[in-house]
């Protein structure tokens, strides 16, 4: 079971509180009408399935009822960071890659973890 | 009385005192301080179980949560049966009442033996999925008796009489194991002014310290524990939680302990003050950082006859005599492939029984422990193994031989010692358990010769669980990693002052699994490895040589693991067995993963407080005590009680009697028809919406039309998701410029909140708008039928006049001197007001309603008429009608889409793909049973040709179907492939009694298709 922190709660609570609600960053295209039938469906219905760091959307349901992003690895399942909606990653999967590779890892995951706890403010 | 392996002085428990217990009906005595399985070896008792495919007797083989054998099933009453306790984990208490698991009829005489002994050849791995599953009709029965066979325990069949809680933690520091690494780590961790919680599965905290023939500070290991102990004890922010179980170890350092805080003492938790103690309890903790303490399990070695009752772990039989006092023998012969195996030969001689000799397959054993052994005159024979042990129901003979390991054979002859004892090590295996439940894979370490668990973010291996054995290294490694913890939340460092423990200097181990027979294993005599499940090397061999070369697929087709026990004792043979037959290294073959629990975990300790009543949260409306005294029964809707119909008494031939179901919903329907009946509708979700932006809001998740619904003013409404499939359906009223209150389905609240909330927040936070649940906040009465009108004159302020209050209004206005809101809505085709007041003012309104509805024949109805008079006008319930394949055309519902909207609402675009514009898609009509008895089943097939060779093509199914007292017939609501075009067709209904229904095709409006009833 996660420990998630809600970056407007400000507090780590239960998974229990909170509900995943997929991929982050989807977003409806701006003029759906505009849209092939193929590109209509590849917004509804198709999603990325990483082995690794993804972003996803999670809202704190029964807490503040907000919306908001988790960058999570999916094999180790930690939460690499939090922030709100509107907000970019500042860990992507690239960024992820060249920081296991560099030799200063240990120093940056410590930092990455630091940033976990306190979440990403805005 | 007579305990004869009991030792007359020496280890921890009270000979003070003597404890009476049962063991498969025979009375026995031991002490407090004793498990059930070192009271059992004190009274001799050699068989505890037959095993579970071949029925052979077998004995106790180790000292703690490894054991296979020792599964009983306790409790001396019904109410308190509990199925596969570990016998070695069980406290002795006064009156302890115990069983076999296994063994029909009885251990001593076992009818199973027979066919063990005749089907031996016969079951080979694969044999049940070979024998049993053809054919597989005789699954069932063949099922029964295996299992009967098998005995894998049984729960009672009365009620648990016990009580069992939940409770949550947050701590610093979780340690795992108060063994000398543990209680280290706790102390370091805790002087810090962490807050830590130390647990350990046992009776007693200190793990092989209770047992140790070492040293701390030239005192016994014991006192180093004691003191530790007080010390910990003796801080504030430390919890002790001996009889605790770390038994999952979940994402985030979750960590799930189970405190058994009564089972040391009876079966059924004993009174105190009167109350009920509680069983056991689950703590749910999250850690910040997880010292794992765990230790190591000693692996047994694999040979021939290695399961004859007698045939023990080293580590056991040490454990047994220094902590219990008990030697299970008189004539031990030890075969070990390290120094520390030794350990039970020197304890074994130092009680006064007969060690006959050390097998030890080391070309050179040289160790302290060995040259102390020699000193005692104990004979050693270097490069040699016990390669068979022979014996009935018990161990009479080991077979010991030089063996080539490399070369996998016996090298020299075979020497036939007498003994009634063999004790065997083949190293030990760090306890990875709880590591790898988090996903985290053991590597395998060639200098250890074991699995080590890998990084868990947060979680510190020390001591023996990732291969630190030595005593002195322990306590430092332990210290070392509860600073550490301490450190990362943020204590400070401590400094070490460790205690003096001598080194102890160690000849090295060699690696040693399966010991080679001079048979070849497929048809040499049996060498177990999983003896709870009766896996052989041969049944693995076998495995392999019939193509199986991962350990997972292994493990799958031999059963190897698959235990209450999780094999802890055989997996690591098992796939040194398997790496041996396929040429490969153990860690070529895969890796060992173990799941939770650690330990089997009672259903009440997970299920806690939540059961009966407590089982999940029942929602009452506030008119729910009314429904009660009114004998209604009720229906689940969601959390919700809601009255389904309400039963009246009925004149019978000797008395009275209740109503059917049919006969009372058939009343209720005739009075909303003809008079006037009342329903609890509170339990529609209600959404408060408000904000500039909230009109555009709506009409962007709406499919329909919303810019011109004035205040005061109701409107009919569906939701899609973006695909353009229906998702839920409701009324909103326009109660303001900037304010609306919708309406959603029972079921249906807290999803369309969250779906009007993520649309909000994460596509256009741009909009002015706020949403807010008021379904509790206010209760809803509807109040339907021609009468409906004279009833609410008499309690209301509001004009009820038809052209100033018309249908689709709402009005502001006093009903029973309570402010309120009524609503011409209506949802059964009758002239309807819902009337809604602030819930805790209900009970009156509705009440007063009863007072002067009486002589217009109010009627109170429940959900099931809800049902039919809402299908009678083909109205539908989302979720039951629709099942998110659905669109607003296929309902036939294009008067709710506003295709014009100048926006593109939520699931517009889909509409027009060419998918949901296909005119043979599944659309909504109703059917009419040509036989007027019939009430179709709903989910029944619709078909067009019920001559169709079968498979027939479906065309169709039923969503809903009643009995209309109105229309005096059964119908139904369905969704047929083109049926808006087959109006008037007939459809067949094939049911799974050979019986076919004819109907035909209807529109869903079965009554007053122009809606002029409730126009009124
Ligand atoms: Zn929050």
């Known amino acids: ?122 | 009385m007579s305990q004869p392996n009991r030792l007359k002085t020496g280890g921890r428990v009270d000979r003070s005192r003597q404890l009476t217990f049962t063991f498969n009906g025979q009375r026995y005595q031991g002490h407090p301080g004793d498990t059930l399985a070192s009271a059992l070896l004190a009274n001799g008792v050699d068989i505890v179980n037959r095993s579970f495919k071949y029925s052979r007797p077998r004995g106790i083989v180790a000292a703690g949560a490894e054991e296979p054998n020792g599964i009983v099933q306790l409790g001396s009453s019904e109410a308190g049966q509990v199925p596969n306790v570990r016998a070695t984990q069980q406290a002795l208490y006064q009156n302890l009442s115990a069983r076999s698991t296994n063994g029909w009829p009885n251990v001593q005489r076992d009818l199973m033996g027979l066919v063990g002994k005749l089907g031996g050849q016969f079951m080979p791995p694969g044999f049940y999925y070979k024998t049993f599953m053809a054919p597989a009709s005789m699954w069932l029965t063949y099922e029964k008796y295996i299992r009967k066979a098998a005995g894998l325990g049984r729960s009672p069949t009365e009620n648990d009489a016990d009580i069992y809680d939940h409770r949550h933690q947050h701590c610093d520091v979780l340690v795992v194991g108060a063994g000398p690494a543990g209680l280290s780590a706790a102390l370091a961790a805790g002087r810090a002014g962490a807050r830590v919680i130390l647990v350990d599965e046992q009776e007693e905290m200190g793990g092989s310290l209770l047992s140790s023939r070492e040293s701390i500070d030239d005192a016994p290991a014991t006192t180093w524990a004691e003191k530790v102990l007080k010390e910990l004890s003796a801080l504030e922010d430390v919890t002790l939680m001996p009889r605790t179980t770390a038994n999952g170890y979940h994402d985030h350092n979750f960590v799930t302990l189970h405190e058994r805080c009564t089972e040391h003492l009876a079966d059924i938790a004993p009174h105190v003050g009167g109350r009920r103690q509680v069983r056991s309890r689950m703590h749910r903790v999250r850690a910040g950082q997880v010292v794992l303490a765990s230790g190591a399990h000693e692996r047994p070695l694999v040979y021939a006859g290695n399961d004859v009752p007698g045939n023990m772990l080293a580590g056991a039989v040490s454990t047994y005599i220094r902590r219990y006092g008990v030697v299970p023998g008189n004539r031990l012969v030890l075969a070990t492939s390290n120094d520390d195996g030794y350990r039970a030969a020197l304890d074994w001689s130092e009680a006064g029984r007969e060690v006959v000799a050390i097998a030890d397959a080391r070309q050179n054993p040289d160790g302290e422990l060995v040259e102390q052994a020699r000193a005692k005159g104990i004979r050693v024979i270097a490069g040699s193994a016990v390669i068979e042990a022979r014996g009935d129901k018990r161990v009479a003979v080991a077979k010991v031989a030089k063996i080539d390991i490399e070369g996998f054979k016996v090298s020299g002859p075979v020497e036939e010692l007498a003994c009634d004892t063999i004790a065997s090590s083949g190293g030990f295996s760090p306890v990875v358990h709880l590591a790898s439940h988090t996903g985290s894979r053991p590597t395998w370490n060639e200098e250890l010769l074991g699995f080590v668990p890998s990084p868990v973010k947060g979680m510190t291996p020390t001591g023996g669980a990732h291969g630190v054995y030595a005593l002195g290294k322990v306590i430092a490694d332990g210290f070392k990693a509860g600073s550490a913890a301490g450190e990362a939340c943020g204590f400070e460092r401590q400094d070490a002052s460790l205690p003096k423990v001598d080194e102890r200097r160690e000849g090295a181990a060699v690696a040693l699994y399966q010991v080679p027979h001079q048979k070849a294993t497929l048809r040499g005599p049996k060498q177990f490895v999983d003896m709870q499940n009766d896996v052989t090397a041969a049944a693995i061999e076998l495995a392999t040589r019939e193509g199986f070369e991962s350990i997972e697929h292994v493990k799958r087709y031999t059963a190897l693991g698959f235990g209450t026990d999780q094999g802890k004792l055989g997996n690591i043979n098992g796939m040194a067995i398997a790496a041996r037959c396929l040429g490969r290294t153990i860690p070529e073959v895969g890796t060992t993963v173990f799941r939770p629990n650690y330990t089997p975990v009672s259903f009440g300790a997970i299920v806690g407080r939540h059961c009966g009543e407590l089982f999940d949260p029942e929602r009452y409306t506030a008119m729910h005590q009314w429904h009660v005294e009114n004998g209604a029964e009720f229906e689940d809707v969601g959390q919700w009680k809601r009255p389904w119909y309400f039963p009246q008494k009925r004149r019978a031939e000797n008395g009275e009697r209740l109503e059917t179901m049919h006969e009372a919903v058939a009343r209720e329907c005739s009075a909303v028809r003809e008079k006037v009946g009342i329903l609890d509708a509170s339990t529609l979700g209600k959404i408060d919406i408000q904000g500039p932006d909230a009109r555009e809001f709506l009409g962007r998740v709406y499919t329909n039309k919303w810019a011109k619904l004035a205040p005061g003013r109701v409107r009919y409404g569906l939701m899609c998701k973006d695909d353009g499939m229906v998702f839920d359906d409701g009324t909103t009223s326009c109660l303001g410029e900037n304010h609306f209150l919708m309406t959603t389905s029972t079921g249906g609240a807290a999803t369309v909140l969250e779906w009007l909330e993520i649309w909000h927040q994460t596509e256009w936070p741009e909009l002015d708008v706020y949403f807010n649940s008021v379904t509790d906040h206010w209760a809803t009465m509807t109040v339907t039928g021609p009468e409906a009108r004279k009833l609410m004159a008499e309690l209301t302020d509001i004009d009820l006049d038809k052209d100033s209050f018309k249908f689709m209004d709402w009005h502001e206005g006093n009903v029973a001197g309570v402010p309120a809101r009524v609503f011409r809505i209506s949802f059964t085709g009758e002239l309807a007001y819902e009337i809604n007041v602030q819930a805790n003012y209900a009970m009156h309104v509705w009440k007063k309603l009863f007072a002067h509805g009486d002589k217009y024949g109010l009627t109170p109805y429940g959900t099931e008429t809800m049902h039919v008079l809402r299908a009678e006008k083909g109205f539908i319930i989302a979720g039951q009608d629709t099942d998110g394949s659905v669109t607003p055309e296929d309902l036939g519902m294009h008067w709710a889409i506003g295709y014009d909207k100048p926006n593109s609402w939520i699931g517009k675009r889909a509409l027009t793909r060419p998918d949901t514009k296909r005119t043979d898609r599944k659309q909504m009509v109703g059917l009419k049973p040509k036989d007027p008895s019939v009430v179709l089943e709903e989910g029944a097939q619709v078909v067009f040709d019920p001559n169709h060779a079968i498979p027939m093509p479906m065309k169709g199914h039923v969503t809903s179907s009643y009995y209309s007292p109105t229309l005096q017939s059964g119908f139904a609501l369905a969704v047929v492939k083109g049926g808006h075009q087959k109006m008037g067709e007939t459809v067949y209904l094939p049911m799974v009694d050979g019986q076919v229904h004819e109907a035909e095709i209807v529109s869903p409006i079965f009554l007053d298709p122009k809606g002029e009833r409730q126009n009124v």
């Open chain 1, 1 to 122: 079971m996660f420990y998630i922190f809600c970056p407007y709660c400000g507090e780590h609570r239960e998974e229990e509180e909170f509900h995943p609600k997929g991929q982050a960053h989807i977003s409806r295209p701006a003029d759906p009408e505009a849209t092939s039938d193929e590109e209509w469906g590849d917004y509804l219905f198709f999603r990325d399935n990483p082995r690794g760091v993804h972003h996803e959307l999670w809202v704190h349901a029964v807490g503040c009822r907000k919306f908001f992003n988790i960058t999570r690895h999916t094999v180790s399942y930690e939460i690499l960071e939090v922030y709100k909606m509107g907000e970019q990653p500042s860990i992507t999967a690239e960024h992820y890659a060249a920081q296991q590779g560099a030799a200063s890892a240990d120093k940056e995951r410590n930092a990455s973890q630091a940033k976990h706890q306190e979440g990403v403010r805005a």
